[in-house]
């Protein structure tokens, strides 16, 4: 059973910081290619930051500089690590795995004030 869920989504000041978390259940992080993606009311989804499958990661412009993934292996969790929050950061953020298809978690509302 294959099974992703965020957390840490919440309510923060511009330049504030915020960790997500994406738990997951019936895979292993280190060998499947993983992202954070996030969408905005009226906006397609975006990609924000990925693992590759060979370990390798990739961010959006918007976010290089900013933000951090990162994984635990162990614990089969990643994490998204989200510094000088800006406004236009407002999204629900979801974590995705790529399997034999492509697998979403609930998503996490994080709202960033001015």
């Known amino acids: 059973q294959v099974q992703l869920l965020e957390s840490g989504g919440g309510l923060v000041q511009a330049g504030g910081s915020l960790r997500l978390s994406c738990a997951t259940s019936?895979?292993?992080?280190?060998?499947?290619?993983m992202g954070w993606y996030r969408q905005a009311p009226g906006k397609q989804r975006e990609l924000v930051a990925g693992?590759?499958?060979?370990?390798?990661?990739s961010y959006a412009d918007s976010v290089k500089g900013r933000f951090t993934i990162s994984r635990d292996n162990a614990k089969n969790t990643i994490y998204l690590q989200m510094n000088a929050l800006r406004p236009e950061d407002t999204a629900v953020y979801y974590c995705?795995?790529?399997?034999?298809?492509?697998?979403w978690g609930p998503g996490t509302q994080v709202t960033v004030s001015s």
């Open positions: 995705n795995a790529e399997l034999s298809t492509t697998f």
């Open positions: 693992f590759t499958r060979r370990g390798s990661t």
């Open positions: 019936g895979i292993a992080v280190s060998l499947n290619a």
